[in-house]
């Protein structure tokens, strides 16, 4: 029994894996290679053109959600850093609210959120409007429907995933350690590049982790703020699946994006990933 | 039945909502519908015109079972605080009782849901629904999900409905659908940044660069697409396409569409994000009801007239309870409580003379509320703008395919 008793643990979790994540797969790598359409149904002929096809043909936004998704997540570490560092070292007894404060927008709805941003934002709206009769920005000015509306719409709702990470990391950092650097020698700034930034690098990779792969399959963003010149790949996926009933296209989009991301992360993991980051931190 | 609350005030909130539900039911969709989806296999199977005798034999097993659930949009029914008058009185007359669901955000996502279940012969929860005419109403009389009506059952229908209304070009005979409701697709404006618009041309006018708003749906994009080149979308070849794609690129291509919106564009119209744009009639009505200053209309070049029809899934349980309302809401004096709420064009044209009775009982608000009803050209369409309005063009599989593939690019690039 005792033998057993780590299998059987981790037989919930795999039973889990096993029927909502590598069944799906299967499935859907099975209809990816099917042909026909919804009328006359969908036969298997292990048709992988369709990959080809579709990569070539939604090369934009494939390239396009990329660059969000990158963009996005350089500017998300930008604001999430400084955050989850003031609130580790300089939160003192309040460090929970302020984590509380972080989660709170979670506590409404996400696409409830990203839409309160229209209002926020109209040509006509109560930002724009004043702005616009003080005449410092363009009557023409207008922030949604813009490459920077999206991006900002993608940072707002995936910040907290950066900065929970980043917090749990430095704050494992023991205060005593940064101490000893200073007593020798080590400047301030020294101090954080050679001692607390290494030390954080696990955080600031699991929250690139866990923002940009959602950041670039997300079309909720797009298809709210976004106009004609912002569709992302995520929108092509929904508008095949459930407009043109094209499953076939929809599942070898949906592949060839996990498949890239994946590439993509694996890179990254290799280039910054935690071995290397460990090495820094044990430096 | 007049409303204790003002009905363009609750549209509005109930609008800023649907959309959440709709993007909601999306990410669902994307997830569980695809899971189940992809688990039964995909099926689909084109099935032939039913035979007379098996639509008899069909009806003739069928008993009534003094329940129905009823699958509808946001906001398209009368309402009394959290009651139905309407359902009610049919409750009353018939003992029946509705489950009344505002389970349809668009037709998209809904046959999206609903198909895996038809294919799969099962109940998707509902007796009775309401799809607009266009590719999945099509795609649902294709393949056989829908139950074929007996009209001997719909004797109201039969007396009370327009000729307009009978016999469509997307159902001939209405085999499987009587409508619901029928609305417009026009222009609208807003007369503070745009002079009077005719011409469906202004949507490409220079001067509102960036402040035109397109729908998304590529049958009504295409059909203004068409409009604009003079073309009647019903006529209309794969060369006409192509040349209504190219006209509807240019313009997007010159930076004067700001979206391709889905419901969300009355919002965009009313906040100032955009000042002309494709707009749907009782969405203007209700806006201009509740006091903004918005303009409607249908460009000489032509505009679209769509139906939104009750049918009967295949797998409903209650399909003789579903068809006893489709015929109960036939008749005028409960086509008017329903026009008088629902403010879109209503099957049933004797409405207006008692819609008038009614004003001529009412006072104050509700007196010049239901009079502007009456005489609003967006629930009673004139001749002239009833000569200019089209259908969307009824495609087979292959032509959606070769559609799609014209249109999708314009709105999605």
């Not at chain 2, 967006?378 to 087979?396: G, V």
Request: glycine residues 8%; neutral net charge.
């Amino acid at each position: 029994m005792r033998r057993l008793a780590p299998y059987l643990l981790i037989l919930p979790g795999g039973l889990w894996l096993a029927i909502f994540l590598v069944v799906p797969m299967v499935f859907m790598a099975s209809v990816s290679t099917q042909e026909g359409d919804v009328v006359n149904g969908f036969v298997q002929t292990f048709n992988f053109s369709v990959y080809g096809d579709a990569l070539v043909q939604y090369r934009t936004q494939f390239l396009r959600s990329a660059g969000y998704g990158l963009v996005a997540t350089v500017v998300s570490v930008a604001l999430a850093y400084p955050m989850a560092y003031w609130i580790a070292f300089k939160g003192g007894p309040r460090k929970s609210t302020y984590l509380l404060l972080v989660l709170l927008p979670f506590f409404v709805s996400f696409v409830l959120r990203t839409v309160s941003w229209k209002f926020l934002l109209a040509d006509d709206g109560m930002l724009l409007s004043p702005l616009k009769s003080m005449g410092l920005v363009p009557g023409d000015f207008h922030v949604l429907q813009t490459t920077v509306a999206v991006i900002g719409g993608l940072v707002y709702n995936y910040l907290p995933f950066m900065i929970l990470p980043i917090y749990v990391a430095l704050e494992r950092v023991d205060p005593r350690v940064v101490e000893a650097a200073q007593d020798l020698y080590a400047a301030r700034r020294e101090a954080f590049t050679k001692v607390v930034l290494p030390l954080s690098l696990p955080g600031v990779f699991a929250g690139v982790l866990m923002t940009f792969v959602p950041m670039t399959a997300d079309y909720v963003n797009a298809g709210i703020l976004g106009g004609p010149e912002n569709t992302m790949i995520g929108n092509i996926i929904q508008t095949e699946y459930l407009v043109n009933n094209d499953y076939p296209t929809a599942a070898a989009l949906s592949f060839t994006l996990m498949a890239a991301m994946l590439v993509g992360i694996f890179a990254y993991a290799r280039a910054l990933g935690t071995e290397n980051v460990l090495e820094a931190a044990a430096r | 039945m007049h409303h204790s609350h003002d009905p363009a005030f609750l549209r509005g909130m109930t609008q800023s909502r649907s959309i959440t539900r709709r993007d909601a039911f999306r990410l669902a969709g994307l997830s569980a519908a695809g899971l189940a989806l992809a688990g039964c296999g995909v099926q689909g199977k084109k099935v032939e015109p039913p035979k007379v005798d098996a639509v008899a034999d069909f009806w003739a097993s069928q008993k009534k079972n003094d329940l129905l659930r009823f699958a509808n949009w946001p906001l398209y029914i009368d309402k009394d605080g959290k009651r139905y008058p309407s359902l009610e009185m049919f409750t009353a007359d018939t003992g029946i009782k509705v489950t009344y669901q505002e389970a349809i955000q668009d037709n998209t996502t809904f046959f999206g849901k609903m198909q895996p279940l038809l294919a799969a012969d099962n109940d998707i929860g509902y007796d009775l629904m309401v799809l607009t005419n266009g590719l999945q109403l099509s795609k649902a009389i294709a393949l056989g999900y829908l139950v074929p009506l007996d009209h001997s059952k719909l004797p109201n229908f039969a007396a009370n409905a327009a000729q307009k209304v009978k016999n469509p070009t997307w159902d001939p005979n209405n085999t499987h659908t009587i409508p619901w409701t029928v609305g417009l697709t026009g222009i609208a404006y807003n007369p503070k940044y745009v002079d009077g618009v005719t011409s469906i041309q202004d949507l490409w006018n220079p001067k509102y660069k960036g402040k035109v708003g397109m729908m998304l749906d590529t049958q009504e994009v295409a059909n203004f697409g068409l409009f604009s080149l003079g073309i009647d979308p019903d006529k209309s070849t794969e060369a006409d396409w192509r040349k209504a794609g190219e006209k509807l690129k240019e313009q997007r291509d010159a930076g004067l569409v700001r979206k391709y919106y889905e419901n969300d564009y009355v919002d965009a119209l009313v906040r100032g994000d955009v000042w002309i744009t494709m707009a749907w009639s009782g969405d203007i009505f209700q806006q201009v009801a509740e006091g903004k200053d918005l303009k409607f209309v249908v460009p000489e070049e032509g505009g679209t007239i769509w139906t939104d029809n009750m049918c009967i899934p295949k797998t409903a349980q209650n399909p003789l309870d579903a068809l006893m309302l489709m015929d109960y809401v036939y008749q005028p004096k409960i086509a008017t409580m329903l026009v008088e709420y629902i403010n879109y064009i209503t099957p049933v044209p004797a409405t207006k003379d008692l819609i008038l009775a009614d004003a001529a009982k009412a006072k104050g608000d509700d007196k010049a509320s239901l009079e502007q009803i009456a005489k609003s050209p967006l629930i009673f369409p004139s001749e002239t703008d009833m000569a200019k309005l089209r259908s969307y063009q009824t495609l087979t599989t292959a032509e959606e395919k070769v559609f799609e593939s014209i249109f999708q690019p314009v709105t999605q690039g």
